[in-house]
């Protein structure tokens, strides 16, 4: 399998199926449903601390994950990191995000986006924002159109998704951001972003068998095609050819 953005092509380890994990989560549930101690004592140890931050981390990492495949299909040489902030010391987690939807689904509907929201020093809440394939004259309108306090843009020109992610999700820890460990949702994007794709291997094979075997696999343009695709949650996997090549 390979995977393929605009930024960034390489292949996957694949692995052969193995239920030996969803065989364990079967087990825990039949037990749970028959021994009411078990049930009690498993219920406790998901409740640990422990537990609980092992939960967190493997979210951050699902998130931080996420974040570097949106950037990988979307980052181009029109992207800009853009910071929203409010004039007043606005705390409310509701009223914030119901401006800031005002202000990015209806004032600028259409815009590509991602967005991280949390607290800054004195307490409010405000959104770092990376927005896509955007001009300078709508980038512009849209900072005109952010009445409710303050704006400052950048223009990227450090590519690295993995580093642009690991900025943007080093206030995710609940200790540092009041939001996630009240349990809001701070991380969202517009759904108009390009996913990464997944080439499925009875598609390299067709590619193989056209050019013989001779083409180099992460070199090849795998964007010309159109394509049959399955969509996957974060990432679409491609079946086939919507014509054959």
């Given at each position: 399998m390979i995977y393929v953005t605009k930024?960034?092509?390489?292949?996957l380890k694949t692995y052969p199926n193995n239920n030996y994990g969803i065989e364990i989560l079967k087990g825990i549930r039949w037990t749970c449903e028959h021994n009411p101690d078990f049930?009690?004592?498993y219920e406790k140890t998901l409740q640990s601390e422990k537990a609980k931050k092992e939960r967190s981390e493997r979210s951050l990492r699902r998130t931080r994950k996420?974040?570097?495949?949106?950037?990988n299909a979307n980052l181009d040489d029109r992207s800009y990191f853009l910071t929203l902030t409010f004039a007043d010391n606005l705390q409310d987690y509701k009223k914030a995000n119901e401006k800031f939807k005002?202000?990015?689904?209806?004032k600028n509907k259409g815009v590509k986006y991602l967005s991280i929201k949390e607290h800054q020093k004195r307490g409010a809440i405000h959104y770092h924002l990376i927005v896509f394939d955007i001009a300078e004259k709508d980038l512009k309108s849209l900072k005109a159109s952010w009445t409710y306090g303050f704006t400052h843009s950048k223009k990227i020109t450090n590519k690295y998704p993995y580093s642009i992610a690991n900025y943007?999700?080093?206030y995710f820890d609940k200790?540092?951001?009041?939001?996630?460990?009240?349990?809001?949702?701070?991380f969202t994007k517009s759904t108009n972003l390009?996913?990464?794709l997944k080439i499925s291997d009875g598609v390299i094979k067709q590619v193989l068998?056209?050019?013989k075997y001779d083409v180099d696999l992460e070199k090849y343009d795998w964007l010309q095609h159109d394509y049959i695709i399955k969509n996957k949650g974060t990432y679409d996997l491609v079946i086939d050819f919507v014509k054959p090549i």
């Open positions: 930024n960034k092509v390489k292949w049930k009690k004592e996420n974040i570097q495949d949106i950037l005002y202000f990015i689904s209806i943007l999700t080093k200790e540092k951001n009041q939001m996630v460990s009240s349990g809001f949702r701070v390009k996913r990464p068998l056209k050019y």
